[in-house]
């Protein structure tokens, strides 16, 4: 049975600059920000998928090309599929890609409960539901532990998982709980946009970046604008047991950090290399933290790409 507040209501497009620090130019300075421009440009196909019984926000780049081998993208917590918007286009000329909403988060339904093997489940009905079969699937933060959940217990339906940045659950973080603030609500867009945080915060957002992810984090409740994510979301996830079912990984693995990186720590770094048999030798973002996406985009597709033109699949 589906959550009573299935759908918050879409937010509006605002002005990028709400969020800029003061005093800082958003024009193009060093190219990034017309490379920017360029791929959010690329407008995907949105789509809307039943998982379970719930209504799952897609978008999809490049899907017609059939030929082509499929990557699924997955954000990270209290995220939304929007977070890959300037990334995905940079891939869609040599792969079809997908990246969605995990339910309770952005513009997906809600359930009455939540699991990181619920979260697998909507990677791979994604992946059947566009033909992927097998794909290829690149991560974010938490986003990564529900993906080798799904490639642990279907490595027929997934090949390959590059993790970037994650708090893969080393020994020391079992039990640890998610924090599980009151929802806070504001007056208006503007009002709720311009409080947008990253958590850890980093140092060096690119304000374009963030503007477009904080614009799309919003909606309209009948008592005033909040953050689309479910709030309670947490309270299921924090009585889960899960990181069993994150060991004895059976298809490539690969791993992006950031160099400044508060998240992927070296307990984390050898927690995931012993869940992961195949796993390669990572990379380091340089002048990025656990935020690569938006501190260093165009860093990480220099990396995605170099990483996807290997194809590990030869080498198990």
């Known amino acids: 049975m589906a959550h009573p507040l299935r759908r918050p209501l879409f937010c509006s497009r605002v002005d990028r600059k709400i969020i800029a620090s003061e005093g800082q130019d958003l024009q193009p300075q060093d190219g990034t920000e017309q490379w920017l421009q360029r791929n959010w440009a690329d407008r995907p196909e949105m789509f809307r998928l039943d998982v379970e019984g719930a209504e ?26 929007h977070w890959w918007d300037h990334i995905a286009p940079a891939l869609a000329d040599r ?28 990677i791979l009905g994604l992946a059947a ?10 991560a974010h933060s938490f986003g990564a532990i529900p993906s080798l959940i799904a490639a642990r217990s279907a490595p027929d339906r997934i090949s390959r998982v590059i993790v970037i940045d994650s708090a893969i659950p080393a020994s020391d973080d ?6 599980t603030p009151p929802p806070r609500f504001y007056p208006d867009e503007e009002n709720a946009v311009s409080r947008f945080r ?13 503007a477009h992810i904080a614009q799309h984090s919003v909606g309209r409740t009948a008592e005033g604008w909040t953050w689309k ?19 004895d990984i059976p298809v490539p693995v690969d791993m992006i950090r950031g160099e400044h ?23 380091i973002i340089p002048a990025s933290h656990h935020h690569i ?7 990480l597709c220099a990396a995605l790409n170099a990483l996807l033109a290997n194809d590990r699949m030869l080498q198990i």
């Open 198 to 210: 990253l958590i850890p915060p980093g140092e060096w957002p690119h304000p374009s970046v963030l």
């Open 95 to 122: 792969y079809r890609v997908a990246a969605f909403s995990f339910s309770g988060m952005g513009d997906s339904d809600r359930r009455p409960t939540y699991s990181r093997s619920q979260y697998a489940r909507e």
């Open 129 to 138: 539901a566009l033909d992927f079969d097998p794909a290829i699937v690149v």
């Open 174 to 179: 079992e039990g640890r709980q998610i924090p």
């Open 56 to 81: 799952i926000a897609c978008h999809g780049w490049n899907l017609q090309a059939r030929d082509l081998p499929g990557v699924i993208l997955v954000h990270g917590f209290r995220a939304h599929v």
């Open 261 to 283: 990186s508060e998240i992927m720590t070296p307990p984390r770094v050898a927690a995931l290399r012993e869940m992961a048999p195949s796993l390669g030798r990572e990379i």
């Open 229 to 247: 994510f479910d709030p309670d979301a947490a309270a299921s996830l924090n009585e889960e047991n899960y990181r069993g079912a994150m060991f």
């Open 293 to 299: 996406l938006i501190e260093q985009p165009a860093s």
